[in-house]
């Protein structure tokens, strides 16, 4: 399995904008993406994005949410903008080499980072 650590998490108030990093060791892995799980919720899908540039979003974020990859540095990023109270959550990375029809399904996923809280305030 291939290590994830997660980093920029913060508490924003709701309108501004975060970037989260994730950095991962050893070798590129295919999918890289973003889950996140609020309290009392199931960890949900946020944004995916494979090695070729493929990108997979939640609708909840399509438009405020962006994905990137430097795949040199296995690196992957996740520029948020237009923060809601709602996208109050730990974000975690996670990487796998093949998903489903579904590509923000966490069980597909293999690797997993720590987490890092995200809290937007209205």
């Known amino acids: 399995q291939v290590q994830l650590a997660e980093s920029g998490g913060d508490s924003v108030q709701a309108g501004g904008s975060l970037r989260l990093s994730c950095s991962a060791s050893r070798y590129t892995v295919y999918y890289m993406g973003w889950f996140r799980q609020a309290p009392g919720k199931e960890r949900e899908g946020v944004a995916t994005?494979?090695?070729?540039?493929?990108?997979y979003y939640a609708d909840s974020v399509k438009g405020r949410f962006t994905i990137s990859r430097e795949n040199a540095k296995n690196m992957v990023y996740l520029q948020m903008n237009s923060l809601k109270p709602e996208d109050t959550a730990i974000y975690y990375c996670?990487?796998?080499?093949?998903?489903?029809?579904?590509?923000?399904?966490?069980?597909?996923?293999?690797?997993w980072g720590r987490g890092t809280q995200v809290t937007v305030s209205s």
């Open positions: 994005m494979t090695t070729d540039g493929r990108t």
């Open positions: 996670a990487a796998t080499g093949a998903a489903g029809g579904d590509k923000l399904i966490p069980g597909s996923y293999i690797s």
